[in-house]
């Protein structure tokens, strides 16, 4: 009990800045503001990798996907590229105009479901169609 009790006290005194950063999202300001961080921290992590980057990015991932879910209505399909295809075909695209996520023979492959998404591809594609890119993630 007492390591906790030191742990939150700790937690409180830095809590004032850390809340600018990570806080529940209850706007569509901030809502904007935690997608922007989001993918900044993807970019980040797909240059170097940090486990605290991977954390951050799931604890600002799990505040946005709380946002969506209590206020966003986004394609829902039964995994990512059903979700893809669902935005492909709102656009009125086809696979030429995915050329932010690679080659024909790429999309063709993550289309045909013989190759996932990375994070570049789902950062792309959130960019792309402005959704989160938690749309593009297979749970």
């Not at 007492?2 to 529940?24: C, F, G, M, R």
């Not at 656009?91 to 050329?99: A, E, I, R, T, V």
Request: net charge neutral.
């Amino acid at each position: 009990m007492e390591a906790l009790d030191k742990e939150l006290n700790e937690t409180i005194k830095v809590w004032p800045k850390i809340s600018k950063t990570i806080s529940t999202i209850n706007s569509k300001a901030k809502y904007n503001r935690a997608i922007k961080m989001l993918d900044m921290l993807i970019d980040r992590a797909n240059k170097k990798e940090n486990s605290s980057t991977e954390l951050l990015i799931d604890t600002i991932g799990t505040l946005i996907k709380d946002f969506e879910d209590r206020n966003i209505s986004e394609p829902k399909g039964s995994d990512a590229i059903d979700c893809l295809e669902y935005l492909m075909q709102e656009h009125g695209l086809n696979q030429n105009d995915l050329k932010e996520i690679g080659s024909q023979g790429v999309v063709s492959e993550i289309l045909n479901r013989k190759r996932k998404l990375n994070l570049r591809q789902i950062s792309a594609l959130s960019k792309k169609f402005k959704v989160s890119p938690f749309v593009f993630l297979d749970e």
